[in-house]
């Protein structure tokens, strides 16, 4: 009875005290409340351990048994890291014992096997942890690794892409793919995966901009690849890498590259051929590639295009007063060495004022200086038409449009319709 009180005194009003209840129904009852107690026990232990494992204190997770599993699992790889591989296996075993499922635990001994001769078994516990998980980063990084080793180059970019998802190892691997694609037919699967549009893929090419020359070859033949898919190369992820192009003085390779992408902003001028060169508008203006015209600005002329488009392309209409000197606008083109020429047509702009105009050629490179300028004449026969011959050999060369001091007559605005360059190799 002393018993009976004691849980009385505990539970007010579940068991009366004065025995009119019969004792099998008191007995019932008392048992509902053990099996309350025991549950409202298992809940605390359950959140316990839990927090435990959130906090990621293994040791502390250890004692609780819903989830020593998952910590010895944790800790086994954590062994391993430190290469103590057999404390690994055996805690690795044990974490099996609660689940199968627990991913680093097979992780732990797939390697351990893998690393002791048992390769095919130590693999198969591998990729099964990876078929568990996808984002556990090292039993894909093992993979990657082994798949790089073996040649399946398939594979390795399979486990790639779920490590960059995860955005682990990416700058290590953006490498390993530029460098793996100067091989055609790895270049093929890199281009497959990008194609697809991953999470990571804008990342790939904003990280574009730290490629080194032996990478080169390999970033071209992934976007060259890309121009025959629905997922296209566009302005925006090429621009880092064409920046980077130039900035390191790789101007002939950046125009190239941007010409071979987007052959409408082509920078070659063909042999015995023209080349139009609109002015920018929209995206040309807004973020100028390698290609695009590049304009100065000053306190005497101003330039802006306008945006309407006519027969001959957009307008390009310079604000100045008769103070204007100096190069308006400027744009890098490749041209073969031979007899070249301008040709502008009009936006009712005054022809005096255009024939005063400064055309000449400017070898972009480093210390060229004005010995390397090729000033273009005014021709005899068309008052639109700027004449010269490049007769020297210049990797690249600045087209260049610029104003002499007292040069035009007119004050206010001037309209200026598209350019054209012409070449005759005669």
């Not at 304009?295 to 330039?303: D, E, G, Y």
Request: proline share 5%; hydrophobic share 40%; charged share 20%.
């Amino acid at each position: 009875m002393a018993n009976i009180t004691a849980i009385n005194i505990a539970i007010p009003n579940v068991m009366t005290g004065d025995n009119s209840a019969p004792l099998p129904s008191r007995l019932a009852r008392l048992s509902g409340i053990v099996a309350l107690l025991a549950l409202a026990i298992f809940v605390v232990i359950v959140q316990l351990g839990q927090a435990a494992l959130y906090g990621k204190q293994w040791d502390a997770a250890l004692l609780f048994p819903t989830s020593k599993g998952e910590a010895a699992s944790q800790i086994a790889s954590q062994l391993l890291a430190a290469k103590e591989t057999d404390q690994a296996n055996i805690l690795a075993n044990k974490a099996l014992d609660s689940s199968l499922t627990h991913v680093e635990a097979l992780r732990t001994i797939g390697i351990t096997k893998f690393a002791g001769g048992d390769k095919d078994n130590g693999k198969k516990l591998v990729l099964l942890a990876a078929d568990l998980s996808w984002r556990d980063s090292p039993t894909q990084a093992w993979l990657f690794e082994q798949s790089l080793i073996q040649g399946d180059y398939q594979q390795s970019i399979q486990h790639a892409d779920a490590l960059l998802r995860r955005r682990k190892a990416r700058n290590e691997i953006f490498n390993i793919f530029t460098l793996a694609a100067t091989d055609p037919q790895l270049a093929e699967t890199v281009r497959t995966q990008i194609a697809n549009n991953p999470p990571w893929r804008s990342d790939f090419f904003a990280d574009a901009d730290k490629t080194i020359p032996e990478q080169y070859r390999g970033f071209d033949n992934i976007i060259n690849g890309l121009a025959g898919t629905s997922s296209p190369v566009t302005r925006d992820e090429l621009m880092p890498y064409a920046n980077m192009l130039v900035k390191t003085g790789n101007v002939a390779r950046a125009l190239k590259t941007w010409t071979n992408i987007f052959p409408a902003e082509s920078a070659l001028v063909p042999a015995d051929g023209s080349l139009p060169l609109q002015w920018p508008q929209g995206e040309s203006s807004d973020r100028p590639s390698p290609t695009d015209w590049k304009f100065r600005n000053s306190r005497s002329f101003t330039t802006y295009v306008d945006g309407t488009i006519g027969e001959d392309g957009a307008t390009l209409t310079l604000e100045l007063d008769r103070r204007a000197i100096g190069r308006i606008a400027q744009r890098a083109l490749i041209v073969p060495p031979g007899k070249v020429s301008i040709q502008m047509t009009n936006d009712t702009a005054d022809i005096r004022d255009l024939r005063k105009l400064r055309w000449y050629f400017e070898c972009n490179a480093a210390n060229s200086g004005k010995q390397n300028e090729i000033l273009l004449a005014p021709s005899a026969e068309d008052p639109l038409i700027w004449e010269g011959e490049i007769d020297r050999t210049c990797p690249v060369y600045n087209l260049v449009m610029a104003v002499k001091l007292g040069g035009l007559q007119a004050q206010g605005s001037v309209s200026l319709g598209a350019v054209t360059v012409r070449h005759s190799a005669q």
